[in-house]
């Protein structure tokens, strides 16, 4: 949002702000004559058709989701109903309305993941676009889906579109669920630090700023009907990672003692292996690359969560 707003393209943000979603992430561009909020839930096809027709909705990028794999295992409704009939009503009101224009600048582009193709061995070559979908969880089994009604839509209804998967985000304005901001947080807390099984599982990190840049590559020089993968190349096991963070605080913090927080609790219910992408196809047609260093992301992402969480509590 904030890159496309700086590139002066006149965004629509619609966000039905469930307990991950926050008003003050959007402080920064709150002014901003270009950007307008609306706070409706996807799931609400009514709700959907009146955006289009009241901004002229004309391209769509389509991030909503319930996305923690932890709370599909728990209860995968809430993730069937957003992810599936929400992407659904998203496309009907975008196939509505477009059917109506004349206008050839359209494009739906539908954010996705690379957990819908399972999990990799260590020997295996990174997942690419002819990669076949196997899910494991429910949150992964519901955005195979979503990606499933997008090439559906395209073929049946001609709606212009293409599909992102990406690997593992990191960086600032992250809900505290997921892994990296969890462990600071606990680290800041003085509180254990979960690691899944043995810690060894595999994932390949990418900067959200460089994800959002070839999400918005992708949408502006993708081929109508193709699929993207974003990734880094930057693998990590889960337990590398966490010790490294807890190395980073232990610097930030002047403190020695944080790697005692780390406690191995029972393995997540059918956990992949190993997650990494090949982003070739996206390096040679888009032309996006990742410009973000890992150490250096890795370190400013701390220290952005050790002033935030810092701030909230006082």
Not at 105 to 122: A, I, M, Q
Not at 201 to 211: A, C, G, L, N, Y
Request: glycine share 8%; net charge negative.
């Amino acid at each position: 949002m904030r890159q496309l707003i700086s590139a002066d393209r006149q965004v629509v943000v619609v966000d039905s702000l469930t307990y991950a979603g926050s008003l003050a992430n959007l402080e920064s561009v709150a002014g901003a004559s270009n950007f307008c909020f609306v706070q409706e839930d996807i799931c609400h096809a009514d709700a959907m058709r009146r955006v289009f027709a009241e901004f002229g909705v004309s391209q769509v990028i389509h991030l909503a989701a319930e996305s923690h794999v932890d709370r599909s295992i728990d209860n995968g409704m809430p993730f069937i109903q957003t992810n599936v009939i929400g992407t659904a009503n998203l496309l009907e009101a975008a196939r509505l309305a477009w059917s109506k224009s004349g206008s050839t600048s359209h494009r739906f582009t539908h954010v996705s993941t690379d957990e819908v193709y399972g999990d990799l061995s260590e020997a295996e070559p990174g997942f690419t676009e002819k990669s076949p979908y196997r899910p494991s969880s429910p949150y992964s089994a519901s955005k195979a889906a979503s990606d499933h009604l997008v090439t559906a839509w395209g073929r049946t209804h001609q709606l212009p579109y293409v599909i992102t998967n990406c690997s593992n985000n990191y960086g600032p304005f992250q809900f505290p669920e997921k892994l990296i901001p969890l462990t600071i947080a606990r680290c800041l807390e003085g509180q254990s630090i979960p690691v899944y099984g043995n810690g060894q599982q595999i994932r390949d990190w990418i900067h959200v700023s460089d994800h959002a840049r070839g999400v918005i590559m992708a949408h502006e020089k993708g081929l109508n009907g193709e699929s993207y993968l974003l990734g880094s190349r930057n693998e990590q096991r889960n337990l590398d990672l966490v010790r490294r963070i807890c190395d980073e605080m232990n610097d930030l913090l002047g403190r020695d003692d944080l790697h005692r927080l780390i406690t191995f609790v029972e393995d997540r219910k059918g956990h992949d292996l190993r997650y990494a992408i090949d982003p070739t196809k996206a390096e040679a047609e888009l032309g996006w690359a990742p410009e973000i260093d890992f150490s250096s992301g890795l370190r400013t992402t701390i220290e952005w969560y050790v002033n935030r969480f810092r701030g909230e509590a006082s």
